[in-house]
């Protein structure tokens, strides 16, 4: 069955960097589009970036846009994204979310918990 | 940009109600538009996708339909398993963007 487990998540003092990782199992990953879609505590759902299935094309929300970058591992069945100049604003519960090729989204993580704070 | 607006932002009904979220789109979306549910504590979960078709495994009480800007989502007889908040979600094509709407809780009378 498909699998999506994040990691890398923490507390970060504003202004630090993290990344974070998903590991993706259950299905063929270099087929799938991916995204990663974040949920600050008790708001809604905000979708932040999107890779195609190569890498090579990369989409970032203004939100995130110059801060965030998202990359994938193909050989390693991973996504990733790299997070700069963290805000507080940033906290949130991130999920790894595969795309179905027609730009809705499928199958998610559970999550892994950014705080970002002083 | 495409803004996504959802209503009502929570509603509350009885076991057995029917239950109509709407989702207006600024521009056409044609149907690229999806719906998902998020239980407290969970992952949300895909329902509908472009805009009416019943994902795998979802119970048939739930449905979608419209097209171009103006979008529905029902619940058709409301069971106390479907206590969640609902987004609606389009695609943009154009700008590569997808964008959720600002979610209906809905609770139980």
Redesign the interface.
């Known amino acids: 069955q498909v699998q999506l487990v994040e990691s890398g998540g923490g507390l970060v003092k504003p202004g630090g960097s993290l990344r974070l990782s998903c590991a993706a199992s259950g299905f063929t990953f270099s087929d799938y589009y991916m ?1 990663w ?1 974040r949920q600050a505590p008790g708001k ?4 932040l970036s ?1 890779i195609s299935t190569s890498g090579s094309t990369k ?1 970032h ?1 203004d939100s995130v846009k110059g801060r965030f970058t998202v990359s994938r591992d193909n050989a390693k069945n991973s996504l990733y994204l790299h997070m700069n100049s963290l805000r507080v604003e940033d906290t949130a519960l991130y ?1 790894c979310v595969r795309d ?1 090729g ?5 199958y ?4 892994t918990l950014v705080t970002v704070s002083s | 940009d495409i803004q996504m607006t959802q209503s009502p932002s929570s509603v509350s009904a009885s076991v057995g109600d029917r239950v109509t979220i709407t989702c207006q789109a600024s521009q056409d979306i044609n149907n690229y538009l999806n719906w998902y549910q998020q239980k407290p504590g969970k992952a949300p979960k895909l329902l509908i996708y472009d805009a009416s078709n019943l994902e795998t495994g979802v119970p048939l009480r739930f449905s979608g339909s419209g097209s171009g800007t103006d979008f529905t989502f029902t619940i058709s007889s409301l069971q106390p398993e479907d206590i969640a908040t609902y987004y609606c979600q389009q695609y943009d094509p154009l700008s590569y963007m997808y964008t959720f709407g600002q979610g209906t809780k809905l609770e139980i009378k």
């Open positions: 995204t879609v809604g759902l905000e979708w999107y989409y929300a999920y179905s027609s730009y809705f989204l499928d998610w993580g559970q999550g």
